[in-house]
Every structure is written in structure tokens, then in C-alpha cells.
């Protein structure tokens, strides 16, 4: 090997990174950081998930070389880069698609159904039982048990529950909006943190919870969900094809991806998570480091990697190919 994905050789690509950011990148950072290391083996990166605004601060004022944010980098954030980043300031770009599923503990529950109406209900506490009508109605000839439904959420505020708000606020039923937090539900049982969501759901009888795809696993059923044509499993399938389903948009502040709001085969609930970068860095190496762990990241490579071991999807093809061309603009002052 004499060279890296950035163009640079491999002699020139040394050094450690320092990024900090949302807890939702903390397993596809893992994975790219091990085979990035791997490959260009003088490098190094460490990554605390302390939080997108946490990590885009640290960015802003030189304590990370990147930050993995919740979402776009706004005109107003990338204002608050230029005194670090050069006269641009930062930029940022989509890296991985979470995708967010409505995980199941009943055993007598599978392939249920579960429309947005019928969610909203159960959340917000008035649909009680398996066997509600509103739940047989969706799964005709479906024997249902009729254990009650216990809802499961967490009350730290995190972008997974802003999805799944979004979501359900699509039916005219959801009527406490789209929101970090959940509303409170009288028969809802609350954790504090969305990582404590799995254990709880597999010790509660009747538990039902929104989840990333890297906490369900193989360890519990999921309903499937409609996004405006027939219901739809989430599976790594069903989430790329709705993925590549989505919308590109360049803009100052870099590329922004959106999922589709309807989708027939795709699986279209999930967290679209950005990592930002500088236009500038203060040096010829350390642009040429943070440089090449951008393209690995968007490499074929680093998405197959991303998808197998942290359980995440791709961007579209048409978001990676534009991410990798601002990626490639990444310059150094002197």
C-alpha cells in the first residue's frame, strides 16, 4: 500500500485525532476508528460522546478536530467556527443513518402491525391492551393476547425520541407534537437514559419501546410500521432502500440528507448523524490526518464496516458522493 484514500502517502498520515460529540456515532466511530487504525497504522483517534453541542464547542474553541453532531451544522454554528476553521468556518456532512424501531416483549406477539394512529394511542396511554380493536383492526385474522401494553420511554431528552415524535406526528392523533422528550402517559414506565431502554423492555412484560436497531438486535420482535404504503420490517434492507429514497441538499454549511416522509418498501424511521469539520486546519499534517479519516469514513469501505459492525445504514449514493467532494476541498493555513 503506498498511498491512502485522501491522495496522500502513507508516511504523511500520522498522528492522533481527538473528536467529541453525540453518544448516537459512539458505535460506527468505534468501528471506522479500529479499521482506519488499522490500515494507516501511525494514526489514532479518541472519541467522547458527550453530546453534539458538547463536541461542536470543543470543535469551535480547538479542544476536537471534528465533531459528530445530532444533525446539519446551522449559519449560526458555523459562525461560531471561523475564528478556528478559517474565514468558512466548519462544514459538515452526513455519515450514518440509525435507524429507530418500535421493539416487543410478548411472546405471543409476531409480525403485528402498528399504524402511527395506533402508536400515538399507545403512548399517550389510551390504547391499553394487545387486543385493543384499534390493534385487531390492522391485523385481521391475527390472534392477539390480551395482556396489557406497557409503554416504555426514557426521560433524558435524546434525537432518537425527537424521530420517533416526528414520526407519530405525522397522524392527526399525536397531538403533543414533535419533542426531545416524551410526554408523560399515565401506564408509562420511564427509565432516565435511552440506553437503559433494552434492559428494561426485556424485564417488562408487554413492554414496548422506540429503540435504535443496534439495541434490538436479535433480541427482541418488532412491529411493523408504515411510511405510507404497506407495512414494512425494519431490517438493514429495508432502511437502505429507504435511505436511497432520500433527499440531498448542498448548502453553505455543507450537505444535508433528509429520509423520505412516504416510503412503499423502505423502512424510513431513523437519526441521520453528521460529522462537521474545518475548511482549515492549522497545518499540513494535521489536515492530511483529518482528511484521510474523512474519506475513510465515506469510503465503500468505512460504510461497509459502519453497517456490519455498529449496525447503521449509508446515506444515499448521491449524499456520500457530495460529502466526499467537500471532504476534498479540506485545505491548511500555512
Not at 459562525?79 to 456532512?93: I, L, M, R, W, Y
Not at 402498528?114 to 391475527?142: C, H, Q
Not at 422506540?210 to 404497506?230: C, K, N, Q, V, Y
Request: a negative charge; hydrophobic letters at 35%; glycine letters at 8%.
Amino acid at each position: 500500500m503506498t498511498s491512502c484514500s485522501s491522495g496522500a502517502p502513507v508516511s504523511e498520515v500520522r498522528g492522533s485525532l481527538t473528536a467529541i460529540g453525540t453518544p448516537v456515532q459512539k458505535d460506527p466511530i468505534g468501528a471506522w476508528s479500529n479499521a482506519w487504525s488499522k490500515e494507516l497504522t501511525a494514526t489514532s483517534l479518541n472519541y467522547s460522546p458527550d453530546g453534539s453541542n458538547v463536541g461542536l464547542t470543543a470543535l469551535a474553541t480547538r479542544q476536537a478536530y471534528f465533531a459528530a453532531l445530532d444533525g446539519p451544522l446551522t449559519p449560526e454554528q458555523q459562525n461560531q467556527t471561523k475564528d478556528v476553521c478559517g474565514p468558512e468556518g466548519a462544514f459538515s456532512v452526513p455519515v450514518s443513518v440509525t435507524s429507530i424501531g418500535v421493539a416487543l416483549n410478548n411472546p405471543s406477539l409476531r409480525n403485528v402491525r402498528l399504524s402511527r394512529e395506533v402508536l400515538a394511542g399507545i403512548f399517550s396511554g389510551s390504547i391499553k391492551r394487545w387486543d385493543a380493536p384499534e390493534i385487531a383492526d390492522i391485523n385481521p385474522g391475527t390472534s392477539l393476547p390480551s395482556d396489557d401494553i406497557v409503554p416504555i420511554t426514557a426521560t433524558e431528552p435524546s434525537v432518537e425520541t425527537e424521530a420517533a415524535t416526528r414520526y407519530l406526528s405525522a397522524d392527526a392523533a399525536w397531538t403533543s407534537g414533535v419533542s426531545a422528550t416524551w410526554p408523560k402517559a399515565e401506564n408509562a414506565v420511564t427509565v432516565k437514559k435511552h440506553s437503559d431502554l433494552a434492559d428494561k423492555v426485556d424485564k417488562t412484560a408487554g413492554g414496548i419501546a422506540f429503540m435504535d436497531l443496534g439495541a434490538i438486535g436479535s433480541r427482541f420482535e418488532t412491529a411493523l410500521l408504515s411510511f405510507g404504503g404497506g407495512y414494512v420490517r425494519m431490517s438493514k434492507d429495508s432502511a437502505t432502500v429507504a435511505a436511497q429514497e432520500g433527499s440531498t441538499r448542498k448548502l453553505p454549511t455543507g450537505v444535508e440528507f433528509t429520509l423520505p416522509e412516504t416510503s412503499d418498501q423502505g423502512y424510513a424511521l431513523g437519526v441521520v448523524s453528521y460529522q462537521a469539520f474545518c475548511t482549515e486546519y492549522s497545518n499540513h499534517q494535521l489536515s492530511t490526518l483529518v482528511k484521510s479519516w474523512g474519506d475513510y469514513v465515506l469510503s465503500p469501505d468505512g460504510q461497509v464496516t459502519s453497517t456490519y459492525f455498529a449496525n447503521v445504514t449509508s446515506p444515499s449514493e448521491e449524499a456520500v458522493r457530495e460529502s466526499k467532494r467537500l471532504i476534498d476541498t479540506i485545505g491548511d493555513a500555512q
